[in-house]
Nanobody, 122 residues
Framework: HVQLVESGGGSVQAGGSLRLSCVAS????????MSWFRQAPGKEREGVAA???????SYADSVKGRFTISKDNAKNTLYLQMNSLKPEDTAMYYC?????????????????WGQGTQVTVS
């Protein structure tokens, strides 16, 4: 039974930082691509950051240089360190994984999603 549980969201002022965590169970994260997506009210879901099974990473242009995705295979946990936060980063953030993700930003390629954690930047 695959489960993804996000935490770490909250309310911060612009310029602040947050670290999101996504604890995975039912599978080993080291074997799969994992990503963070976000969705703001009235907007489409968008990919934020992705990390492949080999550790290679990709970022949306809007977060490059500010966000860092990482994983701890021993803890089976995915992270998203978010620095220099902006009001436009306000959204629900989701972690996701899939059995055969080919395109990181194609959310329909992901099989499993967490429940989300809210990030609000004012």
């Amino acid at each position: 039974h695959v489960q993804l549980v996000e935490s770490g969201g909250g309310s911060v002022q612009a310029g602040g930082s947050l670290r999101l965590s996504c604890v995975a169970s039912g599978f080993t994260i080291s074997s799969y691509a994992m990503s963070w997506f976000r969705q703001a009210p009235g907007k489409e879901r968008e990919g934020v950051a992705a990390i492949d099974s080999d550790g290679s990473t990709s970022y949306a242009d809007s977060v490059k240089g500010r966000f860092t995705i990482s994983k701890d295979n021993a803890k089976n946990t995915l992270y998203l360190q978010m620095n220099s936060l902006k009001p436009e980063d306000t959204a629900m953030y989701y972690c996701a994984t899939g059995r055969s993700v080919q395109r990181f930003w194609a959310f329909d390629e992901y099989d499993y999603w967490g429940q989300g954690t809210q990030v609000t930047v004012s």
